[in-house]
């Protein structure tokens, strides 16, 4: 499965973004897709995941709420909104495809990653 994401940007405080995880590979219809985030000098940190289906959604404690995490199984894409954005949610922004779960182990293929700076 290869993933690539698209949708960074700078937005203001408040502000929102949208990204986007486009797959290719017959696999990642019957995979979970999930967020994850990395700030300078930090480690990557769990977003959100949703199940291959789209049945089930989970979501970190700092987005809970402002963010919302989607899929188009029929285009192999994934999504972020994000909404009420924060200047503590400016990172690099990375989808992968695997099992259901917040940790980074269980997830068996990684995009690029993509900007989302928050900043007035």
């Known amino acids: 499965v290869r993933l690539v994401e698209s949708g960074g940007g700078l937005v203001q405080p408040g502000g929102s973004l949208r990204l986007s995880c486009a797959a290719s590979?017959?696999?990642?219809?019957?995979?979970?897709m999930g967020w994850f985030r990395q700030a300078p000098g930090k480690e990557r940190e769990f977003v959100a995941t949703?199940?291959?289906?789209?049945?089930?959604?989970y979501y970190a404690d700092s987005v809970k709420g402002r963010f919302t995490i989607s899929r188009d199984n029929a285009k192999n894409t994934g999504y972020l909104q994000m909404n009420s954005l924060k200047p503590e949610d400016t990172a690099v922004y990375y989808c992968?495809?695997?099992?259901?779960?917040?940790?980074?182990?269980?997830?068996?293929?990684w995009g690029q990653g993509t900007q989302v700076t928050v900043s007035s």
């Open positions: 590979g017959r696999t990642f219809n019957s995979q979970a």
């Open positions: 949703i199940s291959w289906s789209g049945g089930n959604e």
């Open positions: 992968a495809a695997g099992r259901f779960n917040t940790f980074v182990s269980r997830y068996d293929y």
